[in-house]
């Protein structure tokens, strides 16, 4: 069975710019969640979907916005981009996003912002 | 508000020797918590749970982690350290149903031969 995957795997940006990273789940899983890490605030929640609809959300702008599709298949855009958005974004998965459940998390996509 | 803390945020031991890692929440009731690892340039890989029950959890790569309610704390053992085990790892806590992960900072591991 295929892991979680992100593309691309590396990106690189300007100030202003915006950008859209991509997550595909593990096949049956329905719950999407995205966190951003950097070497100063460590990892933080962005934001959950399950079945298209965001459940969950972090403590981030609103340039921070995502969305998933019918497939499970997740994406995440950030506009306007700013110096310090530049960080590992990474996805993870699970099967309905319950409280006990493993996460798998992808490899991430590393976004630097110029 | 939850919060989870790894007071080391780096620590170097001795292929062979024994390894604790700590970690302490905040949170009212039995949270569930979970210890994650790192290699550099990839994503986390879930090492051990705890939801309920023993307190003690057996995980993955010979990793154990005890639960002490009274202390807070969700410390991470292995009896001896393998030079393949360095990596960055984080505790997280879990609240709530459907409720998303609060990380740790991390603590950075180095293994020295």
């Known amino acids: 069975k295929a892991g979680v995957t992100q593309t691309p795997r590396y990106l690189i940006k300007t100030r202003g710019q915006q950008v859209t990273l991509s997550c595909s789940p593990i096949?049956?899983?329905?719950?999407v969640s995205w966190y951003q890490q950097t070497p100063g605030q460590g990892l933080q929640f962005l934001f959950e979907?399950?079945?298209?609809?965001?459940?969950n959300k972090g403590n981030f702008p609103g340039r921070f916005s995502g969305r998933q599709f019918s497939n499970s298949r997740s994406e995440m855009n950030v506009s306007t981009l700013e110096l310090g958005d530049s960080a590992l974004y990474l996805c993870a998965s699970s099967l309905q996003g319950g409280t006990n459940e493993k996460l798998f998390f992808g490899s991430g996509t590393q976004l630097s912002v110029l | 508000a939850q919060s989870v803390t790894q007071p080391d945020i780096h620590i170097t031991v001795s292929e062979g020797a024994s390894l604790e890692l700590r970690c302490n929440y905040s949170y009212g009731a039995t949270p569930y918590l979970f210890w994650y690892v790192q290699s550099p340039g990839q994503g986390l890989q879930l090492l051990l749970k705890y939801f309920s029950g023993d307190t003690l959890v057996q995980g993955i790569k010979g990793f154990e982690a005890e639960f002490k309610r009274s202390q807070s704390s969700f410390n991470l053992r292995k009896p001896s350290v393998h030079w393949s085990d360095a990596a960055e790892y984080f505790c997280?806590?879990?609240?709530?149903?459907?409720?998303?992960?609060?990380f740790g900072k991390g603590t950075k591991l180095s293994v020295k031969p």
């Open positions: 997280a806590v879990r609240t709530g149903s459907q409720g998303n992960l609060i």
């Open positions: 096949s049956g899983h329905r719950s």
């Open positions: 979907y399950f079945s298209e609809t965001q459940r």
